[in-house]
């Protein structure tokens, strides 16, 4: 698995050139590339959002496309529209900005629900169907999305089925004072994303995409992370569990960060580290807990301490 942590270092160090000191949100980022999956930014206005994924966009040799949302955006602004051709005397179909490899949906949360609904089809199956025909969407294809918390005003809470199709929730956070002091540093003449290349290609991403899926994965490893997603809807501080969708991401992306660490098979570790950005934004807080202000993170952080870890039925030499 040295190309896969070779790829990952490559792409991160480039992330990191304009994006200080959020490492581990950069490397769930890439984690969840790898895993063909897509990434919900959550933070509040000013930390990096935008910037993260589209510095992401521009590493990668793929298409881009960024869409703005706003609370009058209609759907057919993303999916696209037909439109009658008087000389050929047919409709035929102009694609919205939904079709390409990498598109970055900023302030998700500012769309009315119908319009973000319009997003479902294309997260989940990879294509737009207008006017009763079925458009795929170009491969690989990757939806970055950004949100505002939705005490802020002028915003619509993000559905639970839209939720669940996000792969994993990425929070940045307020950087330190050194940090921000070198972001000053590194803007005072110009923005460094300007000067972002792109190294990574089409091709490589392809090749890591599938290198992934041959990740190592014991039954004890498997038992782990269903038993994690299993006690999201077993816990009394939480009114609605992770589907099964939480189980299969919670898999896929224990093989990525594996991969990432250069090992071809998965750890308990591996599953710990991941199961609050990817479990977290999958369940409902129930009321008691939300009066006692306890968040999704704490919750299932708590899942995962109390969580007995699989021993013995994992790593290189259980393979057969």
Do not use: W
């Not at 999956?37 to 881009?64: N, Q």
């Not at 990498?102 to 998700?108: G, R």
């Not at 007995?308 to 790593?315: A, L, M, S």
């Amino acid at each position: 698995m040295a190309d896969i942590q070779l790829f990952g270092k490559k792409l991160t160090n480039n992330l990191e050139k304009v994006i200080v000191g959020k490492r581990h949100p950069i490397e769930l980022i890439v984690i969840s590339l790898l895993c063909q999956g897509h990434a919900l930014i959550e933070d509040v206005p000013g930390v990096g959002k935008t910037i993260l994924a589209r510095s992401l966009a521009k590493s990668l040799g793929c298409t881009f496309n960024r869409l703005q949302f706003t609370p009058d955006m209609l759907p057919s602004d993303i999916t696209g529209v037909s439109i009658y051709n008087q000389a050929k005397r047919e409709f035929e179909f102009r694609p919205g900005p939904i079709f390409a490899q990498v598109v970055l949906v900023d302030e998700i949360n500012r769309a009315t629900p119908k319009t973000q609904a319009a997003l479902l089809e294309a997260m989940e199956e990879r294509q737009v169907t207008v006017d009763g025909k079925t458009h795929p969407l170009p491969g690989p294809f990757m939806v970055l999305a950004t949100q505002n918390p939705i005490e802020y005003e002028g915003t619509f809470p993000l559905p639970e089925a839209q939720l669940d199709r996000f792969l994993l929730r990425v929070r940045l956070g307020y950087p330190n004072a050194s940090d921000e002091i070198e972001i000053l540093d590194r803007q005072q003449l110009r923005h460094p994303i300007e000067t972002l290349k792109s190294v990574i290609k089409v091709a490589e991403l392809k090749e890591a995409m599938q290198e992934i899926k041959k990740i190592y994965v014991s039954e004890g490893i498997k038992r782990y992370a269903v038993e994690l997603t299993n006690r999201t809807r077993q816990n009394e501080d939480i009114y609605l569990g992770a589907s099964p969708r939480g189980s299969l991401a919670l898999f896929r992306t224990g093989q990525a960060a594996a991969a990432l660490e250069g090992r071809d098979y998965v750890l308990p570790d591996d599953i710990k580290r991941m199961a609050v950005p990817v479990l977290a934004h999958r369940i409902i807080v129930g009321p008691a807990a939300r009066l006692r202000e306890l968040s999704a993170e704490q919750i299932v952080q708590e899942i995962v301490d109390n969580t007995p870890v699989p021993g013995g039925e994992y790593g290189a030499t259980s393979r057969k």
